[in-house]
């Protein structure tokens, strides 16, 4: 068993000193890519690659983050306790929501807090989920942590089949199969309200969006041309009209207006306008995070 009291202490006794290089051979031999490891320190906040030197250096500057104490994204495998394995656990097994496995694939998160007053503060994270970094992080944090609050929230005082996360997945993709207008989904929202004062439904479409949005991973949607000569992206083109290459317009050309007039638009004008073709980039480095969150796909990476 590896001694991780060090991880409490200053970072200039002897003792987090020692600690630090006992983490780096650790972590060097078992999950290194490269001659780099993803970095701990509280400014990178697991964003960063980085070489021995420089995980040192940043670990004895910018600190180890003192809830990172499973170090299962450097190669620690979870063990569960031996009296679990053996069976010698007495104590009730507490229902967790359907959403439990997803939250917990997505986020990493597998010790949630089910029990309680369903309006108390909710615990989203233990001891092995590293601490956010300074830059990124506060604002999606927090939006995470409402969103796993809503995964236990029960929908109603008594409710045990739904939360308010799982009812509103399922309310959306209803939506999805059935392809409703998101118009139709606020005024279905609004009747729902109306009529069930007392559950916690979300109080429009957008927010709605919102929780859903957070379990999955967003796309950046890039202007093309629509004989897929060009995208409309990068700083020469992404204020660009017409195509460069075949001269077809960026916009849908409504009937009544001529493709051949030129006109000088407002990026106001522009927001109104359709674009004739949409290319949606997913991309790649948030995925790579989402996959080196979980404990069980971070081992998979490797």
Same mark, same amino acid.
């Given at each position: 068993?590896?001694?991780?009291?060090?991880?409490?202490?200053?970072?200039?006794?002897?003792?987090?000193?020692?600690?630090?290089? /006992?983490?780096?051979?650790?972590?060097?031999?078992?999950?290194?890519?490269?001659?780099?490891?993803?970095?701990?320190?509280?400014?990178?906040?697991?964003? @960063?690659?980085?070489?021995?030197?420089?995980?040192?250096?940043?670990?004895?500057?910018?600190?180890?983050?003192?809830?990172?104490?499973?170090?299962?994204?450097?190669?620690?495998?979870?063990?569960?306790?031996? /009296?679990?394995?053996?069976?010698? +656990?007495?104590? !009730?097994?507490? /229902?967790?929501?359907?959403?439990?496995?997803?939250?917990?694939?997505?986020?990493?998160?597998?010790?949630?807090?089910?029990?309680?007053?369903?309006?108390?503060?909710?615990?989203?994270? %233990?001891?092995?989920?590293?601490?956010?970094?300074?830059?990124?992080?506060?604002?999606?944090?927090?939006?995470?942590?409402?969103?796993?609050?809503?995964?236990?929230?029960?929908?109603?005082?008594?409710?045990?089949?739904?939360?308010?996360? #799982? &009812?509103?997945?399922?309310?959306?993709?209803?939506?999805?199969?059935?392809?409703?207008?998101?118009?139709?989904? #606020?005024?279905?929202?609004?009747?729902? @309200?109306?009529?069930? #004062?007392?559950? @916690?439904?979300? %109080?429009?479409?957008? /927010?709605?969006?919102?929780?859903?949005?957070?379990?999955?991973?967003?796309?950046?949607?890039?202007?093309?041309?629509?004989?897929?000569?060009?995208?409309?992206?990068?700083?020469?083109?992404?204020?660009? +009209?017409?195509?460069?290459?075949?001269?077809?317009?960026?916009?849908?050309?409504?009937?009544?207006?001529?493709?051949?007039?030129?006109?000088? !638009? %407002?990026?106001?004008?522009?927001?109104?306008?359709?674009?004739?073709?949409?290319?949606?980039? &997913?991309?790649? %480095?948030?995925?790579?995070?989402?996959?080196?969150? #979980?404990?069980?796909?971070?081992?998979?990476?490797?």
């Amino acid at each position: 068993m590896i001694d991780k009291s060090w991880i409490h202490k200053s970072i200039t006794s002897t003792e987090y000193k020692c600690g630090v290089e /006992e983490f780096l051979e650790f972590a060097f031999a078992r999950a290194a890519i490269n001659g780099k490891i993803i970095c701990p320190c509280i400014k990178c906040g697991f964003n @960063n690659m980085g070489t021995r030197i420089e995980v040192l250096t940043h670990l004895l500057q910018k600190g180890f983050p003192e809830k990172y104490t499973s170090w299962y994204m450097h190669g620690e495998t979870i063990v569960q306790p031996e /009296e679990e394995l053996l069976g010698h +656990n007495h104590t !009730e097994p507490v /229902e967790k929501p359907p959403l439990h496995d997803m939250l917990t694939d997505v986020f990493g998160i597998d010790d949630i807090n089910y029990e309680g007053d369903d309006d108390e503060p909710f615990a989203s994270r %233990t001891d092995s989920v590293p601490m956010p970094s300074e830059n990124d992080t506060n604002e999606d944090s927090r939006r995470i942590t409402e969103l796993l609050k809503d995964g236990n929230r029960k929908l109603y005082p008594g409710c045990a089949k739904y939360t308010k996360l #799982s &009812f509103v997945v399922e309310l959306y993709h209803i939506k999805v199969l059935c392809g409703a207008t998101d118009k139709t989904f #606020s005024m279905i929202v609004d009747l729902l @309200n109306n009529a069930f #004062s007392h559950a @916690n439904l979300p %109080t429009s479409f957008y /927010e709605a969006k919102k929780m859903i949005k957070l379990l999955g991973l967003g796309y950046e949607k890039i202007h093309a041309c629509p004989n897929n000569c060009m995208l409309f992206w990068g700083k020469d083109n992404e204020k660009k +009209n017409k195509c460069v290459v075949c001269n077809a317009s960026r916009y849908k050309v409504e009937e009544n207006t001529s493709s051949n007039t030129e006109v000088v !638009e %407002t990026s106001q004008d522009q927001k109104k306008k359709i674009p004739a073709k949409v290319l949606r980039y &997913f991309p790649l %480095t948030p995925r790579l995070r989402r996959l080196y969150m #979980s404990s069980k796909t971070a081992r998979l990476m490797h």
